[in-house]
C-alpha cells in the first residue's frame, strides 16, 4: 500500500501563482486593476501601452500621489491594503481595490516592474518581479512630473503557459482591453486617457467637463454637433440610475454600444443588458442605439465582494434596480408618450400604468414580461401595479 504524501504548506509565490488565476483571467484583467489602482492614486492622466493584446507588454503610467519608497515592496504583499481595517469596512469602500490581491497576483504570473514617486521625495523607487520573485528595490529619478507610478507588465503568463491555452482569438482579447478601457473612459470624463496600440493606432481621450463631452469623443470626431444624446435621471430611495441613450444610425461607437457602471464601477452583468434590449425591442423600431447605464446605490445595498476580479456584484434590491432601470430607460425614449413614475414613501412602485401606451394586443404580454423581471418584487410588496 502506497503510504500517502506528507501535508506540507504551499511557498508564497506558488499561492501567488495560483490565485492569479481567480483575479488575473485575461490581459484585460490587468488592464483594469492598474486602471483603478491609477484612479484610487488620484491621476488626472492615465495612459496606457499595449503590444500583442497586453501578452507581450502592458503599461499604465500615471500622475497619481505615487507609492513611498519605504511603502513600494509592502504594496506587493498578499493582502496588503490601506482601504480595510475590519469586515464592515467592504460596505463602506468608495475607492475600486481593496483587498490587496491584484498586484502580487499579477506579479507571479509575469515580469513585472514598478516605478514610482511622490511630490515630497527627492527620487523615485523601483521595484521587479519575475514570477512573484522579488529582484530587489532600487532608487530611480523621477521623469519630469512631481508625482506618479508606472507599471510595466512583461510576458504576461510566461511561467504558466498552460494560462495561454485558454486566451480567446487576438480579436476577442483586443475587444476586451477595449471593453475596460473604454468602460472608464467613460465613467471618468474628467480624466484624460490614452491607449496606444503596438500597430500605431492611438486612441486619445483629453479631459473633458462632462459626460455628454466625453460621450460625443466616444463616437469620435465623425459625429459633430449632429450626435443626439437621451439623457435621463432617476432617485428613489437612495437609489439613482442615470441614463444616456444614443441614436448611432451609420455612426459607430469605437467600443462596445452597452455599458453598465455601478458606483463608477464597470460590471459584467447581462441581466441589465437584456432588460435594456428588451425594452428597446418594444419601443425603439429598427437599428438599436448605445446605451450607458450608470448606477449610484450605496454600500451597504451591494456587495461588489462576491468575485475576485470585481467584474459581479450583488443587490440588495435586485428587483427594484430592475424596475429603476426600465423606468428611466422608458423616459429616455423620444417617441414614446412618458408615464411619470409615482414614489410615493408607502410603496416601492416605480411606474404607475406602464402598458397603457400600448397597443392592446401586446398589453398582455407586456405584463407577462414585468411580471417575469421582478418576481420577488410583488411578492415582498403585496403591490402588483408594476403589470397592471
Not at 503599461?59 to 498578499?78: K, M, P, Q, Y
Not at 493582502?79 to 480595510?84: E, Q, R, V
Not at 408615464?339 to 416601492?348: E, L, R
Request: hydrophobic content about 35%; overall charge negative.
Amino acid at each position: 500500500m502506497k503510504a500517502s504524501a506528507r501535508i506540507r504548506l504551499l511557498p508564497e509565490h506558488l499561492i501567488d501563482q495560483i490565485k492569479a488565476g481567480e483575479v488575473i483571467e485575461r490581459p484585460a484583467n490587468v488592464l483594469k486593476e492598474l486602471v483603478e489602482n491609477a484612479l484610487d492614486a488620484g491621476a488626472s492622466k492615465i495612459d496606457v501601452e499595449v503590444r500583442e493584446n497586453g501578452l507581450n507588454l502592458l503599461r499604465v503610467s500615471d500622475n497619481g500621489s505615487g507609492i513611498t519608497s519605504s511603502d513600494l515592496e509592502t504594496a506587493f504583499g498578499r493582502h496588503a491594503t490601506s482601504k480595510i481595517e475590519r469586515f464592515e469596512d467592504l460596505y463602506r469602500l468608495n475607492t475600486f481595490g481593496f483587498r490587496g490581491e491584484a498586484l502580487p497576483s499579477i506579479a507571479s504570473v509575469s515580469r513585472l516592474e514598478c516605478v514610482s514617486w511622490t511630490q515630497d521625495s527627492g527620487e523615485g523607487a523601483t521595484i521587479r518581479y519575475e514570477g512573484g520573485l522579488s529582484q530587489g528595490v532600487f532608487s530611480a529619478s523621477k521623469t519630469g512630473v512631481e508625482h506618479g507610478t508606472v507599471m510595466t507588465v512583461k510576458d504576461l503568463f510566461y511561467n504558466t503557459p498552460v494560462r495561454l491555452k485558454f486566451m480567446q482569438s487576438a480579436g476577442a482579447e483586443k475587444n476586451w482591453l477595449k471593453r475596460f478601457f473604454y468602460a472608464f473612459t467613460l465613467a471618468y470624463p474628467q480624466v484624460g486617457f490614452s491607449l496606444q496600440w503596438e500597430d500605431g493606432e492611438k486612441l486619445l481621450y483629453p479631459a473633458a467637463e462632462n459626460h455628454v463631452q466625453r460621450i460625443r469623443q466616444f463616437f469620435s470626431a465623425k459625429a459633430g454637433p449632429s450626435l443626439t444624446i437621451h439623457e435621463s435621471h432617476r432617485e428613489w430611495q437612495g437609489l439613482g440610475c442615470r441614463l444616456f441613450l444614443i441614436p448611432t444610425g451609420n455612426l459607430r461607437p469605437e467600443g462596445p454600444v452597452e455599458h453598465v457602471l455601478i458606483n463608477n464601477r464597470p460590471v459584467l452583468d447581462k441581466s441589465f443588458q437584456r432588460i435594456v434590449q428588451q425594452v428597446l425591442e418594444k419601443y425603439w423600431p429598427g437599428e438599436q442605439p448605445s446605451v450607458l447605464i450608470m448606477l449610484d446605490i450605496p454600500g451597504d445595498q451591494v456587495d461588489v465582494n462576491v468575485h475576485p476580479n470585481k467584474t459581479v456584484v450583488k443587490f440588495h434590491q435586485h428587483s427594484e434596480i430592475i424596475s429603476l432601470i426600465t423606468a428611466t430607460l422608458r423616459e429616455c425614449l423620444p417617441q414614446t408618450p412618458v408615464v411619470q413614475p409615482s414614489f410615493p414613501s408607502t410603496t416601492t412602485t416605480l411606474i404607475e400604468n406602464p402598458r397603457q401606451d400600448l397597443p392592446r394586443d401586446r398589453q398582455e404580454s407586456y405584463t407577462q414580461h414585468m411580471s417575469q423581471l421582478s418576481p420577488q418584487f410583488e411578492e415582498r410588496t403585496g403591490n402588483s401595479s408594476l403589470a397592471t
